[in-house]
């Protein structure tokens, strides 16, 4: 039971370039995040999906686009990458929205 | 939205003492975890707790949902207990985690 994946871990981006973040969970679960953490603070979220074929905006949307793809994949885009969206992302997933809600390794993003 | 805050932001203790970590948050919660944030910085999950107490070997947790807080208790720390501890709720539309800014425990030998 691998619980929630991300990929890739780590990724180097020069200024305005694209890339997209996966998530895939195997627990079933119906709801699905992103959030971002940045140095010595907190995790705020990005975006989430509390269904399949449902996303909605979360604290921080801007620069970023998302992807239910099915119940069981959660993908976050940047289209144009900047500076501060240099930040480590982390994808969570719960059964429905106020239940344990369980997290990926991370992915390091440093855009240069 | 709902705010939490959490402290002490910075604990420092010696192998085998014990502490207390509050997590203040300032509307009702449908939903409250306890989590630790390893020095490599994976989120481990400690706790889901809206409500009572639980406990799981050395730590422990209890959260008075009608007066708006809730504590972690560690005893007998253990150099691994190193890294952040965070308490994040839930509000009443149950469709995000709102994070604390987190304790940074160190633990010494």
């Known amino acids: 039971n691998a619980g929630v994946t991300q990929t890739p871990k780590f990724q180097v981006l020069k200024t305005g370039q694209s890339m997209t973040l996966q998530c895939a969970q195997d627990m079933n679960h119906n709801s699905m995040y992103w959030y971002r953490q940045d140095p010595g603070m907190g995790l705020r979220l990005i975006y989430y999906?509390?269904?399949?074929?449902?996303?909605d905006k979360g604290e921080v949307p801007n620069g970023y686009n998302v992807s239910r793809l099915n119940k069981r994949e959660f993908s976050l885009r940047l289209e144009s990458a900047a500076p501060s969206q240099t930040s480590v992302y982390f994808c969570?997933?719960?059964?429905?929205?106020?239940?344990?809600?369980?997290f990926g390794q991370g992915t390091r993003l440093t855009v240069v | 939205g709902i705010q939490v805050e959490q402290s002490p932001p910075d604990l420092i203790l010696q192998e085998g003492a014990n502490s207390t970590l509050r997590c203040n948050f300032s509307?009702?919660?449908?939903?409250l975890q306890w989590f630790h944030q390893n020095p490599w910085g994976q989120l481990i999950n400690l706790f889901y707790i809206p409500s009572g107490t639980k406990q799981n070997g050395r730590l422990s947790a209890t959260t008075v949902a009608t007066e708006r807080y809730s504590l972690l208790y560690i005893s007998s720390s253990q150099t691994t207990d190193s890294g952040v501890y965070f308490c994040a709720v839930g509000d009443n539309a149950g469709n995000m985690l709102t994070f604390g800014g987190g304790t940074r425990l160190m633990v010494k030998p």
């Open positions: 509307d009702s919660v449908n939903n």
């Open positions: 999906s509390a269904s399949e074929g449902t996303t």
């Open positions: 969570a997933s719960d059964l429905q929205g106020d239940t344990e809600a369980f």
